[in-house]
């Protein structure tokens, strides 16, 4: 069965910290993509990385970075030099690939991060 | 591009009414999601849509209900309400493909509370 795994319920940093928030994930798929999403305070999920099985390699914008580990079954995220504006929920996702019809995405229970100035 | 735009963003209802949630998307996906978020909680998928007059269950689909006309929309139905169904509603879309899945957009979600 997919599941995904935040572990960490809320964080707080100060401003300018470097945060990682993790993900862990178990899939019995050989094909599955990886998701991250940010929800601000406003409400609204939007949608900050995809990552499919057989691309292992980090990605990196701006402040933000992700740390894919096949063995380790880990989609790490990384917030460099953390704002203000990065407080938010952020959602880990899980899809495979390999399906009979829709986008059955499972989403992790999200980690509350605050940033204080 | 719009993206995707719910309607209305607050409701009230009282027990026992019915009410639906507009969702709309101007990106062509073929595949649109209801979601709905509790509070501290992540989301659970209602129903969803892989293309016109095509619409199936997710894991909580009891009093709901959903029609599929056109690509851009995607209606939810919520018949008798319920104070369990007290919620964010959330409407997604995402581009259709067989094998490769696709970030979903989402809308800026309803608040609904049954009293």
């Known amino acids: 069965a997919q599941k995904v795994t935040q572990a960490q319920t809320e964080i707080s940093v100060v401003e300018k910290e470097d945060v990682t928030l993790d993900c862990v994930y178990e899939t019995r798929d050989t094909t599955y993509y990886l998701f991250w999403y940010k929800q601000p305070p406003s409400g609204e999920l939007v949608f900050l990385i995809r990552?499919?099985?057989?691309?292992?390699q980090n990605e990196i914008s701006g402040r933000y970075s992700w740390n894919f580990q096949k063995s380790t079954s880990s989609f790490n995220f990384t917030i460099t030099a953390s704002q203000v504006v990065d407080s938010a929920v952020y959602f880990c996702a899980l899809s495979e690939a390999l399906k009979t019809s829709y986008d059955k995405v499972i989403f992790g229970p999200g980690t509350s991060l605050s940033v204080i100035p | 591009n719009a993206g995707v735009t719910q309607t209305p963003k607050f409701r009230i209802l009282k027990i026992g009414q019915s009410m639906t949630l507009q969702c709309t998307q101007d990106m062509n996906h073929n595949y649109m999601y209801w979601y709905r978020q509790d509070p501290g909680m992540g989301l659970k998928l209602i129903y969803y849509s892989v293309g016109a007059g095509i619409t199936d269950k997710g894991e909580v689909p009891n009093g709901y209900n959903v029609s599929r006309s056109t690509t851009e929309d995607f209606p939810l139905r919520l018949e008798l309400a319920a104070p369990s169904q007290t919620s964010v509603y959330f409407c997604?879309?995402?581009?259709?493909?067989?094998?490769?899945?696709?970030?979903?957009?989402f809308g800026p979600g309803t608040r609904l509370t049954v009293t």
């Open positions: 990552r499919n099985s057989f691309d292992e």
């Open positions: 997604a879309s995402s581009r259709g493909d067989s094998i490769i899945s696709y970030e979903q957009y």
